[in-house]
């Protein structure tokens, strides 16, 4: 089973501000099959990226996912109010696994 | 617009049983595999189990193997969750997903969610 560990587990930072997100995978996952999810409180989880980096319906530009092997990351170039939750990786090469998220909040 | 609705959480024994249902609607239901995902109370997400468009093939997490069994009814545009022999470990709200592709693995739309409270 392929496990996947995100870091930092708590992110702090202010509204305009760059936000980086690591997923790192325990082995390579195969053709980049890492997705991104936003999930805020109360909310059921959303899908942002899927393919390590192509974004899905409806997601903002301001999202965007980069990497391959076992190294992959979730950038928001400028936090918007709206972006403050938990996200989550998660990938699909070998059978299926979440990582246990970050928390971006605002500082 | 995709809606995926949820029904059948509750508190249950540890040893009993509950069937969840889902809803679909928005889209062609067979065209799609679809996924429950469970979320313990203050934790991450988990896999559960995944069932083809056409109810053929179907796959689920070591931690369920067994116990529970994925079905659907595509006259009713329906997902199910049969849950046996349930432990105190399978607390979680459990939502319904739709794979973005037939069999991807990736979900691109989930209900809000049933509880399920496994206590004695």
């Known amino acids: 089973e392929i496990v996947l560990t995100q870091s930092p587990g708590t992110l702090s930072l202010s509204p305009g501000e760059r936000a980086t997100l690591s997923c790192r995978a325990s082995q390579s996952v195969s053709s980049s099959y890492l997705a991104w999810y936003q999930q805020k409180p109360g909310q059921a989880p959303r899908l942002l990226i899927y393919g390590a980096s192509s974004r899905a319906t409806g997601i903002p530009d301001r999202f965007s996912g980069s990497g391959s092997g076992t190294d992959f990351t979730l950038t928001i170039s400028r936090l918007e109010p709206e972006d403050f939750a938990v996200y989550y990786c998660?990938?699909?090469?070998?059978?299926?696994?979440f990582g246990q998220g970050t928390k971006v909040e605002i500082k | 617009e995709v809606q995926l609705v949820e029904s059948g959480g509750g508190v249950v024994q540890p040893g009993g049983s509950l069937r969840l249902s889902c809803a679909a609607s928005?889209?062609?239901?067979?065209?799609?595999?679809m996924h429950w995902v469970r979320q313990a109370p203050g934790k991450g997400l988990e896999w559960v189990s995944l069932i083809s468009g056409d109810g053929g093939s179907t796959y689920y997490a070591d931690s369920v193997k067994g116990r529970f069994t994925i079905s659907r009814d595509n006259s009713k545009n329906s997902l199910y969750l049969q849950m046996n022999s349930l432990r105190t470990e399978d607390t979680a709200l459990y939502y319904c997903?739709?794979?973005?592709?037939?069999?991807?693995?990736?979900?691109?739309?989930w209900g809000q969610g049933t509880l399920v409270t496994v206590s004695s």
């Open positions: 998660q990938q699909y090469g070998s059978s299926l696994s």
């Open positions: 928005g889209f062609t239901f067979d065209d799609y595999a």
């Open positions: 997903a739709k794979d973005l592709l037939e069999m991807a693995t990736i979900f691109d739309y």
